[in-house]
């Protein structure tokens, strides 16, 4: 079972794709933070700030492509997996990038799970959970409730 208490970070540089990601997460029952970034730089920010808080980031939710002037979805994964207290934050990329190379690359960085756009309610929740009980259930952080 997932806990309820997770703070999720969203990011995207389209805000409508953002409130939209928050809908779903609070339609299924989660009451933590839901916290919004629009590029690689803010949301590194927000990870850093929140680390040693008794609020920090326990789920990231991130587009691929983050608008012309943000490093990329998968750069801010390159960041998490080289960081020794974050490498395990679940981390799923929801995108409308397609392409073999992309999703080879995801990988290959590590991402949790990666969804494709447009995405169904289904598909959205299935895929949170199952990212949450393979990265999740093993995420070391004493926060989560």
Request: glycine residues 4%; neutral net charge; charged residues 15%.
């Amino acid at each position: 079972m997932m806990p309820t208490l997770l703070n999720f970070l969203i990011v995207d540089d389209i805000p409508s794709t953002r409130r939209l990601v928050v809908q779903e997460l609070e339609l299924m029952g989660f009451v933590g933070a839901k916290v919004q970034a629009d590029n690689t730089a803010s949301a590194i920010d927000i990870i850093q700030k929140r680390q040693n808080t008794f609020s920090p980031i326990h789920f990231v939710v991130s587009d691929l492509e983050l608008g012309e002037n943000s490093a990329s979805g998968l750069e801010l994964l390159l960041w998490l997996r080289h960081d020794l207290l974050l490498f395990s934050l679940p981390f799923m990329m929801v995108t409308k990038i397609s392409d073999r190379a992309s999703i080879i690359s995801a990988i290959s960085l590590g991402v949790s799970n990666y969804l494709l756009k447009p995405w169904n309610r289904n598909d959205f929740q299935k895929r949170v959970y199952s990212t949450w009980a393979h990265v999740g259930g093993n995420y070391n952080n004493s926060s989560v409730v």
